[in-house]
Structure formats: C-alpha cells, structure tokens
C-alpha cells in the first residue's frame, strides 16, 4: 500500500510538472498602462496598420513603442495626404520593467516605422526620412534616442527588409508622385514599366562598436515591391519542378549554384531564410487553405514538414539565429483570404506565436496575442533565443454593489516568457549550421541577379511579383532590368556623433527531376548497412 501511494505521488507530481511546463505563465510581466499605452483602434490593426512594437535591445532591455492620442502642434504646409499620428517609444529594463528613457516621435502615415538592426541598433522612418538609433550606446540617458543620419534620399520608401542574420538591409522605393508628374525621372535612371528601385546594403559593424557600415551592394529595379529571398551570400532560385512540385537552388553571389531539396507543394512556395544557412517554406496541400511549412538547409536536405490545420494570413517572424530560433507570427482567419486583401475586422479569429527550434522543427513554445495584430511586431525574441516578448491584453471584470454597474475593461502589458536552455544536440546543430553558412564574398548582388537572368528566357522582361509587406520575409518573383544601375558608395553611421526570387527573370522554367533528397549519409542504405 505504501509503494502503490508512493507510485500515485509520483505520477501526481510529473502531472503536475507537465501541466506547469505547458501552462508557465510568464517570468516578467510589465502593464503598459501606467506607462500611457492606449488600445489601438480594431479598424486600424485589421487593416494592418502598424501600432506598437516590442524589440530586445539587448537581453536586459526593451524598446517598447505605442500610438497614443493627444493634441499634435499644426505643421505649416503639411502634405494633404499625410496622416499625422503620435508614438510614444520607452526603454524599458529587465526584470524591474523601469523606463530607462522615453521619446515620443510624430508620424505622417500608418506603417511600418521602426527595424531592428540588431546589435542594439534600429532604424527609424518618418515619412521617407531614414534616422539610426541606439539607446544603449548613448552618453546618457537623455541621448539614448539621439538620432543619427541614415541613407538619405529623395524617393518615397516602399518596404524594408532585414536579414535574419541582420547583416542585409534592403530598402524598396519609388518616385515621389510630385516627381513623377513633374516628369523627372528616376535617380539611377528611369523605366515606367519597372518603377521600383531596390538597393541591397551590407550591414557590418566597424572596427571601433560604435560604428555601423551600410555599404550598397547592388540596384536593381522591378516592377512591384516584394519579399525576396536572399542573404548576404546569396539567394534562392524556385523552379517549376512538374506538377506541384517546385524546386530550389541556392546561387550564390560569387556565381556558384547549389541544387537543394525539393517541395512538393499545389502553391508556389513562400520562402524566408531564418539564418544564413536555414530556410523555411509555406506550400498547400490541395487547397490554399490547407497550409504547411517546412524546414531546409543548404546542404540539400528537406530536414522536417508541419501541417496546418487552420488557415493563416500575414506571416511575420522574429530570429535568433545564434541559438538556432525562430518566432513565427500568424494571423487566423476564418476561410480563404486573397492575397492583398485588407481584413475586416472580426475576419481574423487570434494570433498566435510559436517559436520552433530551426534544425528539427521542433516547437519550443506557443502562446496566443491579444489584440491581432496582422502587422506583427507585438512578439519578439531575444539575441540569444531563451526570451520571448509578447504584448498581451486582458479583459478584467470591474465587480460592482449593484449588478447594472458592474463592467468590464482590458489590460495591456508585455509578457516575457523563459524559453528552454539549448541542449547539447542544440548546440551541435547550431555549430553545423554555422559551418556549412556560404560566405560573404561581397560579390555585387545585382550582378549576380543579371547573370541569372541573361540565361533565364525573356530575361529583359520586368515580371511581377506579389508586393511586399515589410517584415514578411515571403518569397517572390521579381526582375529588373538587364542594365545594372550604378551604386551608390558605402556609409558610416557613426553613433557616437550628436547628432522569391531575385530580378531580372523571366518566367520559371521547368526543370529535368533531379535526385530525390535524403537523410542517409554517403554511401548508407535504408537498412543501415554500408553497400558491397
């Protein structure tokens, strides 16, 4: 009798440490409303507006940012079009959650406004003007949102995309409407058909840390903005493989192309590196509802596939490539959405963020967001991926002596979850992936685009393909023409001063099958035995 209490204690007890494991709530949690958060409006966030952020600076701090409403001073000459608005931006330590310092920034439309450049570092936009930050790296604390001067120029910005590895900025941007109509044309010289001028930029740190070099690595122009598939080292190349099944090829920059696994998928595939030598991919299964994703690295292997069983909009993702970690955001929604199609509110059911363990798919974490927040943003994950932020709002019940006074109210704060430590096989992996990164050989990635595209049929072409949100990371088709615009030259920002699939491609092509991809070694067999 004592050994079968023994035994129920035991089992009651790993109960009870499973449902502590799957149900932990969060180690620090900081309300935003003594801090002046306001609930954002639902039209707005369905529209994918972008309303607050939440970023490590570093393990111990937070940027933290919100729209608020109060009275904005009059602009003289204020552009008809802007739609001016007020954002409050805090550092905030951890665990105290004391605001460190505080900024408020206006401005003139509603999206995207803030990047993480990593290393402590963001990008800041207002209207198409491009300023650096780094809170961290001031003097002091009423300079830690000193703002510094960042690639200027006179064109309206489109999108902006940084690496998982944050060492590749890619800035999309048109003509203003006022130049165009004037009949000026494009800097780097001008084509109706492809608008769009994308320029690529190297992000190193200098030799002294408070230095941060942007040096331009290529121009190319499209037609449309888009998400395109590439690092530092190179890029993905999707080709049509036969019927739903696609395959990718790495080419590098330097001219070297790598055949990898293939994706049997009845859509075209999303693709987003989440490390330099990582990748995942979207694809359907059937229907464009029934999603799934799957994991690849540039060794040519195929490494896990999940199921979705729910239909998602608006993937949005957060990396910590150092532990080998992604966060992907996504937004669930009732039905098929088209793509471009602005949500309606109530049309999206939640969100949710899970954060996935990159070499194996393995699912370290999951929580649902409150508000949805099709912009992303509200989620993010530490440099060195044992951290997950998460804002959050809960309903409180405000309880009365008469029962007609009693209601109802919600709450705002920003949750930090405690990821697991990596394992030993983690690290192993983490190291291997490192190792097998292409590297960076500074190659001009507009270069390497062209030379793509002049083997590629109707290479001069300018195809289209989908615009991109900034921050979505999806894949894409886009092309430029064959005529490589100039650079502009590299530049230093320094911050202790006061102050798819790449251009230039024709349609995809099918390709002759190639060796189906496998996970046993060189020269192993199903059975584990060595050939004779």
Not at 109 to 133: E, K
Not at 348 to 377: H, I, M, N, W
Request: hydrophobic share 40%; charged share 20%; proline share 7%.
């Amino acid at each position: 009798m004592r050994a079968a209490g023994a035994v129920a204690m035991l089992a009651a007890t790993l109960s009870a440490g499973v449902a502590m494991a799957r149900d932990a709530g969060p180690a620090v949690r900081i309300p935003l409303e003594p801090l002046g958060y306001q609930a954002a409006l639902p039209d707005l966030l369905a529209a994918g507006s972008s309303m607050l952020t939440v970023d490590f600076v570093d393990d111990s701090h937070l940027l933290v940012s919100f729209g608020v409403r109060r009275l904005m001073k009059r602009e003289v000459d204020d552009p008809p079009e802007d739609d001016d608005r007020t954002v409050d931006a805090l550092l905030v330590e951890l665990p105290s959650g004391e605001v460190v310092a505080r900024t408020e920034w206006r401005l003139h439309d509603r999206g995207q406004y803030l990047w993480s450049l990593g290393h402590g570092r963001f990008l800041l936009r207002v209207r198409d003007r491009l300023t650096l930050l780094a809170p961290l790296g001031a003097a002091s604390r009423e300079e830690a949102f000193t703002e510094a001067p960042f690639l200027q120029a006179a064109r309206r910005i489109l999108a902006i995309l940084v690496s998982a590895d944050d060492d590749l900025l890619t800035i999309e941007t048109t003509e203003r409407p006022a130049a165009a109509q004037a009949g000026n044309s494009p800097s780097f010289g001008g084509d109706a058909q492809a608008p769009v001028q994308i320029n690529f930029y190297r992000l190193t740190i200098g030799a002294t840390a408070d230095k941060l070099v942007a040096a331009a690595a290529g121009v190319l122009r499209a037609r449309t903005a888009v998400a395109l598939p590439v690092t530092a080292g190179g890029f993905l190349e999707v080709l049509e493989g036969g019927r739903d099944r696609w395959l990718f090829n790495f080419d590098s920059h330097a001219g070297k192309v790598s055949e990898l696994a293939e994706f049997d998928t009845t859509c075209y595939p999303r693709t987003t590196f989440v490390s330099r030598s990582e990748f995942v991919a979207f694809g359907c299964r059937g229907a464009a509802e029934k999603q799934n994703i799957a994991g690849f690295n540039l060794k040519g292997e195929a490494m896990w596939q999940q199921n979705f069983f729910d239909t998602q909009v608006s993937p949005t993702f957060a990396f910590a490539p150092a532990a080998g970690r992604f966060a992907l955001g996504r937004t669930i929604v009732s039905g098929t959405i088209q793509p471009g199609e602005t949500l309606l509110p109530g049309t999206a059911s939640s969100q949710e963020v899970r954060v996935y363990q990159a070499y194996d798919g393995k699912q370290l974490f999951r929580t649902d967001c409150t508000p949805v927040v099709p912009a992303g943003q509200n989620f993010a994950l530490s440099p060195d991926g044992l951290q997950l932020a998460v804002v959050r709002e809960t309903t409180v019940q405000h309880r009365a002596t008469k029962v007609d006074d009693a209601y109802t109210s919600k709450t705002a704060a920003v949750e930090i979850y405690a990821l697991p430590a990596l394992t030993a096989r983690d690290e192993a992996a983490v190291k291997q992936a490192q190792e097998h990164a292409p590297q960076d050989t500074g190659a001009r990635i507009d270069l390497a685009v062209q030379r793509v595209g002049q083997a590629a049929p109707d290479a001069g072409s300018s195809a289209a393909g989908p615009a991109a949100r900034p921050g979505s990371g999806g894949g894409a088709t886009a092309a430029a023409q064959a005529s490589v615009p100039e650079a502009d030259p590299p530049q230093t920002v320094d911050q202790s001063a006061p102050s798819g699939n790449a251009a230039a491609w024709g349609d995809v092509q099918p390709e002759p099958s190639r060796k189906a991809p496998t996970l046993y070694g060189p020269g192993e067999t199903p059975e584990g035995k060595k050939p004779q």
